[in-house]
C-alpha cells in the first residue's frame, strides 16, 4: 500500500480508522453494498453477520478492477441502529481483521432510518486507489 495515512501532528491516535488518507493511482469506487450473497438473499438478520457478508461484497467488488483489501482509503457505513453497531465491537473486529486485516482507512458511520431493503442492517460504499 502506497497510500500515506494524514494523521496531524499533536491529535491523539484514531482507533480502528484513519483520519484521513492521500493515495494516487487507479481509482475504484463501489455502490452502497449490503450482507445478502450473491443471489441478493440474506443469510442473517444478525448484525455482524451482515457486516461480514458485506465486507465479503466489498472484497469481491474491488477484486474485478484488481484491487484488494490494504487499497482501501475510504468507507462510509449506513446502519440502521447505532446500539447494534456499539454492541459487540470485539464480534465486528474479528469479522473487519478476518477478511480487511490490520488496513484501517478513512471511515465514517451514520445511523440512518432505514435502507432500502428492508432486511438490511448496514450500507457500506468503498473507496480504494490501486497504486501506479
Known sequence: ?????LHPEGWKPARGYANGMAAQGRMVLTGGLIGWNADCEF???DFVGQVEQTLRNIVAVLAE???RPEHLVRLTWYVTSKAE????PKGL???YKEIIGRHYPAMAVVQVVALIEDRAKVEIEATAVIPD
Do not use: C, N, P
Not at 1 to 5: D, G, L, S
Not at 85 to 88: A, F, G, I, V
Open 65 to 67: 478492477a484488481g484491487a
Open 85 to 88: 453497531y456499539l454492541s459487540d
Open 1 to 5: 500500500m502506497t497510500a500515506q495515512i
Open 93 to 95: 473486529g474479528r469479522v
Open 43 to 45: 443469510e442473517t438478520d
